[in-house]
């Protein structure tokens, strides 16, 4: 009897997870490392929690339902508990911050990396997996602690290898926008969550599109109709100019936003913090360029509680804008109170490791995939530990170095070494052993000699990038050519 074949699954990622070989895994290690350096240069010390939270200790994404899975991936434990992958560094810092904070230096300054999961739609540069850094102080109120935050965005981006200049930090305060809205009579809560969705989307629907918005509403091409904010007319037209205050130096847009933002005591409150910001960048040598004050930036409507700042990467041919943000932060006061009951300063930026690489690949600047080891041939089997001998000693020299351990040919060996972009293969049978030398191929200056020789004979006789060293040589004449690939 016949039975029927076993069905084979697709070999296939899910989508919004993506696999990362050397390239893209050194550009983020490069990144990490160079953006740790400076959070630890400003005094913030390590620290990492587990991949996952308990699902109600997260808060910002789950509904109320049975499965709590919309926004985070989640599964329930033995003990009958949610658990959730973490969708960011910040919640679970909070946790930490609740769980510790007697014990905590005050305020707690600290910088943590690693991946973090969404169960969100994936799109250009946006995954369901992917690194963050972050840096957070947890325990102050002043709105230095965020300019301070703001300044090490600037550095670490610089640090890890874009042109100052080439990423702009947008800053705006939570209250400015609040204090306008009181000052126009509007005090309705939802009112005011439609208007910060409204202003939200100034970028994509522009100054009419929003002005529908914070009105009776808006239909949008496709005939789909979102009900507007109900804002009466003289508040629209405080919040557009409130919104086209921006552009130029941080002291002129203060000015401009001082001049329609009324007199509420929340819009008065933001403009003071907006103003400590600015004269504490000032003197952390942030510039004009680096960080501006932007009214239209909103970011996470009912998570930050005060200044909020957006990093936006900018790239010739506007390569940058399809990434969108590719960081960002600002305060968010309440996060640690939801476990405490107290009301818990603190302020924090997030680097997008993933998307920022993601983008400078898009670039085309992003890291080349790194050199390879020098490989070792293995044409005679019995050689084998020579072959390892060999590979030992050229990693004692500080050499990255492998023997082949596949079972094809030398010339299989050869593109094998080439597919590695190995700058040097050794070539070692017995007849080197018995005459005590190796052979090396320097396979960069091969290639090159290579194309100068007219035909097939020419090039057995040359050996065009060859040389045979004795074997005591063979650390250092593998480095003279690692060195110069280099």
Same mark, same amino acid.
């Given at each position: 009897?016949?039975?029927?074949?076993?069905?084979?699954?697709?070999?296939?990622?899910?989508?919004?997870?993506?696999?990362?070989?050397?390239?893209?895994?050194?550009?983020?290690?490069?990144?990490?490392?160079?953006?740790?350096? !400076?959070?630890?240069?400003?005094?913030?010390?390590?620290?990492?929690?587990?991949?996952?939270?308990?699902?109600?200790?997260?808060?910002?994404?789950?509904?109320?339902?049975?499965?709590?899975?919309?926004?985070?991936?989640?599964?329930?434990?033995?003990?009958?508990?949610?658990?959730?992958?973490?969708?960011?560094?910040?919640?679970?810092?909070?946790? +930490?911050?609740?769980?510790?904070?007697?014990?905590?230096?005050?305020?707690?300054?600290? +910088?943590?990396?690693?991946?973090?999961?969404?169960?969100?739609?994936?799109?250009?540069?946006?995954?369901?997996?992917?690194?963050?850094?972050?840096?957070?102080?947890?325990?102050?109120?002043?709105?230095?602690?965020?300019?301070?935050?703001?300044?090490?965005?600037?550095?670490?981006?610089?640090?890890?290898?874009?042109?100052?200049?080439?990423?702009?930090?947008?800053?705006?305060?939570?209250?400015?926008?609040?204090?306008?809205?009181?000052?126009?009579?509007?005090?309705?809560?939802?009112?005011?969550?439609?208007?910060?969705?409204?202003?939200?989307?100034?970028?994509?629907?522009?100054?009419?599109?929003?002005?529908?918005?914070?009105?009776?509403?808006?239909?949008?091409?496709?005939?789909? +109709?979102?009900?507007?904010?109900?804002?009466?007319?003289?508040?629209?037209?405080?919040?557009?100019?409130?919104?086209?205050?921006?552009?130029?130096?941080?002291?002129?847009?203060?000015?401009?936003?001082?001049?329609?933002?009324?007199?509420?005591?929340?819009?008065?409150?933001?403009?003071?913090?907006?103003?400590?910001?600015?004269?504490?960048?000032?003197?952390?040598? !942030?510039?004009?360029?680096?960080?501006?004050?932007?009214?239209?930036? !909103?970011?996470?409507?009912?998570?930050?509680?005060?200044?909020?700042?957006?990093?936006?990467?900018?790239?010739?041919?506007?390569?940058?804008?399809?990434?969108?943000?590719?960081?960002?932060?600002?305060?968010?006061?309440?996060?640690?109170?939801?476990?405490?009951?107290?009301?818990?300063?603190?302020?924090?930026?997030?680097?997008?490791?993933?998307?920022?690489?993601?983008?400078?690949?898009?670039?085309?600047?992003?890291?080349?995939?790194?050199?390879?080891?020098?490989?070792?041939?293995?044409?005679?089997?019995?050689?084998?530990?020579?072959?390892?001998?060999?590979?030992?000693?050229?990693?004692?020299?500080?050499?990255?170095?492998?023997?082949?351990?596949?079972?094809?040919?030398?010339?299989?060996?050869?593109?094998?070494?080439?597919?590695?972009?190995?700058?040097?293969?050794?070539?070692?049978?017995?007849?080197?052993?018995?005459?005590?030398? !190796?052979?090396?191929?320097?396979?960069?200056?091969?290639?090159?000699?290579?194309?100068?020789?007219?035909?097939?004979?020419?090039?057995?006789?040359?050996?065009?990038?060859?040389?045979?060293?004795?074997?005591?040589?063979?650390?250092?004449?593998?480095?003279?050519?690692?060195?110069?690939?280099?």
């Amino acid at each position: 009897m016949t039975g029927e074949a076993t069905p084979r699954p697709e070999a296939r990622a899910p989508r919004g997870f993506v696999d990362r070989r050397s390239a893209t895994l050194r550009t983020e290690r490069r990144i990490l490392e160079a953006v740790s350096r !400076v959070y630890e240069a400003y005094g913030f010390e390590a620290l990492e929690t587990g991949a996952f939270e308990y699902a109600d200790a997260l808060g910002k994404f789950l509904p109320d339902a049975d499965r709590p899975n919309e926004g985070v991936f989640a599964l329930r434990d033995d003990d009958e508990q949610w658990l959730a992958l973490r969708y960011d560094l910040t919640a679970p810092l909070a946790r +930490y911050a609740a769980q510790n904070w007697t014990s905590l230096p005050k305020p707690f300054r600290r +910088y943590a990396f690693g991946p973090v999961w969404r169960n969100e739609k994936p799109g250009p540069g946006r995954f369901r997996q992917f690194i963050q850094c972050d840096a957070d102080t947890v325990g102050s109120d002043r709105p230095e602690a965020d300019a301070e935050i703001i300044a090490m965005a600037v550095e670490g981006y610089a640090a890890a290898g874009l042109a100052r200049g080439a990423v702009t930090i947008k800053i705006n305060a939570r209250g400015l926008l609040n204090g306008l809205l009181a000052a126009n009579g509007v005090d309705d809560p939802g009112q005011r969550l439609a208007s910060l969705r409204a202003v939200d989307k100034l970028d994509r629907l522009g100054a009419r599109g929003v002005s529908d918005l914070l009105g009776a509403g808006r239909l949008d091409e496709s005939g789909a +109709y979102t009900k507007g904010a109900q804002l009466p007319a003289r508040a629209i037209d405080a919040v557009l100019a409130f919104l086209a205050a921006g552009g130029g130096g941080r002291r002129d847009t203060l000015q401009r936003i001082a001049g329609v933002i009324g007199g509420s005591d929340e819009g008065e409150a933001g403009l003071e913090a907006l103003s400590r910001i600015g004269g504490a960048l000032d003197s952390l040598g !942030v510039g004009e360029t680096e960080a501006v004050f932007e009214p239209s930036v !909103v970011r996470g409507l009912e998570y930050y509680t005060g200044a909020v700042f957006e990093a936006e990467l900018t790239l010739e041919g506007g390569a940058g804008a399809a990434f969108g943000a590719i960081g960002g932060g600002g305060r968010y006061d309440d996060l640690v109170a939801r476990f405490t009951g107290e009301r818990t300063p603190a302020t924090g930026f997030s680097f997008g490791v993933s998307r920022l690489a993601a983008a400078l690949a898009a670039a085309g600047v992003a890291e080349t995939a790194p050199r390879g080891p020098v490989v070792i041939l293995t044409l005679d089997p019995a050689l084998m530990s020579d072959y390892f001998a060999m590979a030992a000693e050229l990693r004692a020299a500080g050499l990255a170095a492998e023997v082949y351990l596949g079972a094809s040919g030398m010339r299989a060996q050869m593109k094998y070494a080439d597919k590695r972009l190995s700058p040097a293969a050794v070539i070692v049978g017995g007849d080197e052993i018995a005459q005590g030398v !190796v052979t090396l191929k320097d396979l960069d200056l091969g290639r090159d000699l290579a194309a100068q020789v007219s035909d097939n004979r020419a090039w057995r006789e040359e050996r065009p990038g060859q040389i045979t060293v004795p074997r005591a040589e063979l650390a250092a004449a593998a480095r003279r050519i690692v060195e110069a690939a280099s």
